[in-house]
């Protein structure tokens, strides 16, 4: 069987450290993803409300290459932990793509998302908490069960 399958299949248990790392990058994705919404919410309203003036687009283009590079950063290891290398490397190159940057940052949200409620975690508007990691029921808790 190939270790990309492994993940896939419904027996799997993450380890509490793997689960745990997920948590902790899908909620910096989701801050990333934030952080360009409010950065070109603001700037349209400082635009509508300079009335002919020529905004200066500078400043949200530098800053936008630092989120998508960001963005870029967690999507690579978010995506190394759910799908392996070479997905890692595809969704990291294809959130230098401007318009489907965004697309990618959703997707692998999902894919983040997903994978945390399959193993038991409850994951809110901003993500799962590290302590509900701890507290998630499983498998392996039933000790009257085996042997």
């Not at 990058?25 to 360009?36: D, E, F, G, S, T």
């Not at 989120?67 to 392996?84: A, D, K, N, Q």
């Not at 945390?116 to 509900?132: E, M, N, Q, T, Y």
Request: charged letters at 20%; glycine letters at 10%; proline letters at 4%.
């Amino acid at each position: 069987m190939a270790a990309w399958d492994e993940f896939d299949r419904p027996s799997y248990e993450r380890p509490v450290e793997g689960l745990k790392r997920i948590a902790r990058y899908h909620r910096w994705l989701i801050a990333v993803v934030l952080a360009q919404l409010a950065l070109w919410a603001g700037f349209i309203a400082l635009t509508v409300l300079a009335r002919g003036r020529e905004p200066n687009m500078q400043f949200p283009f530098v800053l936008t290459l630092i989120l998508g590079s960001v963005g870029g950063i967690f999507v690579f290891l978010l995506s190394w932990e759910l799908r392996g290398a070479f997905a890692a490397l595809v969704f990291g190159f294809a959130t230098v793509v401007p318009c489907m940057g965004l697309l990618v940052l959703t997707l692998v949200s999902g894919y983040a998302t997903a994978e945390l409620r399959k193993h038991g975690v409850k994951v809110g508007i901003l993500g799962a908490s590290l302590a509900d990691i701890d507290e998630r029921p499983s498998l392996y808790d039933d000790e009257d069960a085996g042997w």
